[in-house]
């Protein structure tokens, strides 16, 4: 299946049935989804056929998930509400490093 001879309505409906609660497609016209894993809710960025997300942030707040969901303009976008962050997946090198009370990485 190729994504680029899906409608927009098509991709829309196919990202549903593979277990998106909710996805759009940003202005440069990547799509994001919003995906329930066991104990996170994440935003998927840059959905493609080859993996559900160029990006992936995990949020133990679902509410923050869908705030980031509904405001996130780009696919590489940092969120900056944050607070029930608890990590991040990603191809490449991490858009965010943060580090614990104790001077490590978390993630």
């Keep these: 299946?190729?994504?680029?001879r899906m409608t927009p309505e098509e991709m829309h409906e196919y990202l549903l049935q593979q277990g998106f609660l909710r996805v759009r497609q940003l202005a440069d016209d990547s799509w994001i989804?919003?995906?329930?894993?066991?104990?996170?809710?994440?935003?998927?960025?840059?959905?493609?056929e080859?993996?559900?997300?160029?990006?992936r942030w995990c949020f133990a707040d679902p509410s923050?998930?869908?705030?980031?969901?509904?405001?996130?303009v780009d696919y590489d976008e940092v969120p900056t509400k944050r607070d029930s962050l608890?990590?991040?997946?990603y191809r490449g090198e991490p858009l965010l490093?943060?580090?614990d009370e104790f001077g490590f990485n978390k993630w």
């Design 64 to 72: 923050e998930a869908h705030h980031f969901f509904e405001t996130a």
């Design 33 to 48: 989804g919003v995906l329930k894993l066991a104990f996170t809710t994440s935003v998927c960025m840059d959905i493609d």
């Design 1 to 4: 299946m190729s994504f680029k």
């Design 97 to 99: 490093r943060e580090k």
């Design 86 to 89: 608890k990590g991040h997946r």
């Design 50 to 55: 080859v993996s559900p997300f160029r990006y």
